[in-house]
């Protein structure tokens, strides 16, 4: 939920539980003013009556209003609410009541006197009613006021989160977000931008790290590999010499791995220079350095050309990409597939036939996924990451039982 | 042949020299560019194996006193970093060729070989082997008389086995030799073994006698018996 729908949310939401206390107050209110200026009147009334009572001797009687009557009875006044059909207004009304007992020379009188009461359900209808209006206009207004905040004094804020979205480590940019003029979007920026200086600094420093150590695992890598390499050049009973091939085979192992991390990391720090170059003839010198291993395997080959793929790269990085590509569709293929080569103005795509069900597409691009036992899993990894690097975009397919790596400019 | 072994890992310095001494080479050992400049300020080699990154100097700044002192020994830099910017500036200073750590030895001398051959140090630019004759420059090889009809990467192994003639060879080392070290490792093996045995065929057929053996699970070897 959005701040501003959350505030507005519980702007409402409170100021209907105040509107609606106000509402009971007020009715409580206007209730007991209006009987109490009611009562006053009646009193008055009742005052004039026993005056003229006692100047005239005449009784009054104006039904409802006014009722005196001649009584024995005696007592305390006393007010009440009635209900009294009307004839005039032809309905039932509620009326005030006023019942004294006064001795006026010498005789007892009843005096009644009514007056028409406010209707409560009037105050009610009447306070709502107003009450709503003041509810919606206040609401109305702090809506246009909020929408015109939005724009004045949220859209800086919305502009540094378009520039916060846009963060990458891997692209070591400082951000610089625009000041707002508002105390706490400006202190919340200066946070946001230590924090990710910091951040960026932190892994600067892992990466360098990582680098380093690569590199320096390089030298006792060759000490251990050279040395294994002279001991297996001597004559051995052979249950040693496997031996130390098996130490042999999985340093090297470590040491082609590690440069293969050396090489993703070279590819990410963008340490390659790039120049023009079709991928056409890269596509051709693999297949034709690839030949042999095709051809042993049986594999036919579709070649199709419908126009010059031309990519902004570094002739090395382009031929492992191919090359990775290539030995793929060979390796996983089947005695006597085929291999289906397309390149266009566009990109170029690579099928091959092999095992009859699909890769899992979003996960053979992460490093260390191995389709089989052999392999260092680094393969598509490189690919993906000369792929992102120079803006081309890849994918697989699977369809028609065969497997597709395309490759497109973005 | 003698040459001069820059290296600050004591361990590879001297794994190198052993390996190096056994193929014929005079060696001598500088641990430190201090060192290394002190013995070529002496002394004349014919090549120069030199780290980049030493701890009391840049290879490179080496490299560039040795050009400017009109030294004529060949150079093959050797770096852990196997950086392309190092190879260029390395390549462009006057260096011969170029080496990633970890090396197989028997890459190492393959380089130092052609290093040695294209200088021309030692006279002839033919190699050898009982019936074999190779014309590294022309890349043409020879059975007696008759040419060997090989494609590119046939050939550089048919090379590489003469030039490290008696030495088991690992399939990783020949895969090494023939791809660089980006081809994955998996058809790399079998990639070995369908150009080895496309080689043998050729030399058979032209009469040629097969000199490589297989070490069983590990390599080949090319045995002069």
């Known amino acids: 939920m959005r701040l501003l729908k959350k505030i507005n949310r519980s702007y409402l939401f409170s100021s209907a539980i105040v509107l609606i206390i106000g509402l009971l107050a007020f009715y409580f209110l206007i209730n007991r003013i209006a009987s109490g200026e009611i009562i006053e009147g009646l009193h008055a009334s009742e005052a004039r009556i026993v005056h003229e009572l006692e100047q005239h001797k005449t009784v009054l009687h104006l039904y409802p209003l006014i009722e005196v009557e001649e009584t024995q009875k005696t007592g305390p006044e006393f007010v009440k609410d009635t209900t009294i059909f009307d004839p005039i207004e032809g309905e039932n009304e509620v009326f005030e009541e006023l019942n004294t007992f006064r001795k006026v020379n010498g005789k007892n009188y009843h005096i009644t006197i009514r007056a028409l009461s406010v209707e409560k359900k009037d105050i009610v209808m009447s306070i709502f009613l107003s009450i709503t209006a003041i ?92 040395n294994l390499e002279e001991v297996l050049q001597k004559n051995l009973p052979e249950e040693e010499l496997t031996k130390i091939y098996h130490t042999y085979e999985a340093a090297k192992r470590l040491s082609t791995l590690n440069q293969h991390l050396i090489l993703l990391t070279k590819i990410e720090n963008k340490q390659f220079t790039a120049k023009e170059i079709f991928l056409n003839r890269i596509i051709q010198n693999r297949l034709e350095a690839l030949k042999p291993l095709i051809e042993s395997a049986n594999l036919r080959i579709r070649f199709e050309e419908q126009g010059n793929f031309l990519v902004s790269m570094h002739e090395a990085l382009a031929e492992i990409l191919v090359n990775n590509l290539l030995s793929n569709a060979i ?29 899992r597409g979003n996960e053979i691009f992460n490093r260390f996924v191995k389709k089989e036992s052999h392999g260092l899993g680094l393969g598509l990894a490189i690919v993906k990451r000369i792929c992102e690097t120079h803006n081309l975009k890849i994918r697989y397919t699977f369809s028609g039982k065969k497997h597709c790596f395309t490759v497109t400019k973005v | 042949m003698k040459i001069l072994i820059v290296e600050d890992e004591k361990n590879l310095l001297e794994t190198v020299t052993v390996f190096l001494q056994k193929e014929g080479f005079v060696c001598e050992m500088a641990d430190s560019y201090f060192a290394a400049e002190d013995k070529l300020a002496v002394f004349d ?60 030895l028997s890459e190492l001398n393959s380089r130092i070989r052609a290093v040695l051959r294209r200088r021309k140090f030692n006279g002839t630019k033919e190699l050898v082997f009982r019936e074999f004759r190779l014309l590294p420059e022309q890349w043409e090889a020879f059975v007696g008389d008759k040419k060997l009809q090989l494609t590119p990467k046939e050939y550089e192994l048919l090379l590489y086995f003469v030039t490290n003639k008696n030495r088991v060879l690992t399939r990783q080392s020949i895969a090494e030799h023939l791809w660089g070290d980006y081809m994955d490792m998996a058809d790399r093996f079998d990639f070995v073994y369908t150009h080895l045995n496309n080689l043998r065929k050729k030399i058979r057929r032209s009469g040629g006698s097969d000199y490589i053996k297989t070490v069983y699970g590990i390599g080949y070897k090319m045995e002069a018996e």
């Open chain 1, 135 to 226: 509810f919606l206009l206040l609401f109305g207004v702090l809506y246009f006021i909020n929408k015109s905040a939005t724009y004045t004094v949220w859209r800086p804020f919305y502009q540094n989160l378009t520039i916060l979205k846009n963060f990458s480590l891997e692209e070591n940019r400082e951000i610089t977000l625009r000041k707002t003029g508002i105390t706490e979007f400006d202190e919340l920026n200066g946070v946001i931008t230590k924090l990710t200086e910091k951040v960026s600094s932190d892994y600067l420093s892992l990466k360098e790290f990582t680098e380093n150590a690569s590199h320096e695992i390089q030298t006792p890598l060759s000490v251990i590999l050279m």
């Open chain 1, 331 to 359: 390796k996983h293929n089947v005695k006597g597939g085929n291999i289906g080569i397309n390149i266009s103005g566009n990109g170029f795509k690579i099928c091959n036939t092999g095992k009859e069900e699909p890769l």
């Open chain 2, 45 to 104: 080699y014919d090549i120069i194996i030199l780290d980049i990154a030493l701890p009391d100097g840049n290879g490179l700044d080496l490299l560039r006193k040795i050009k400017v002192s009109d030294n004529s020994a060949g150079i093959l830099i050797v770096s852990s970093r196997n950086s392309l910017d190092d190879k260029l500036v390395g390549l462009d200073l006057g260096a011969d060729d170029y080496i990633t750590k970890p090396f197989h």
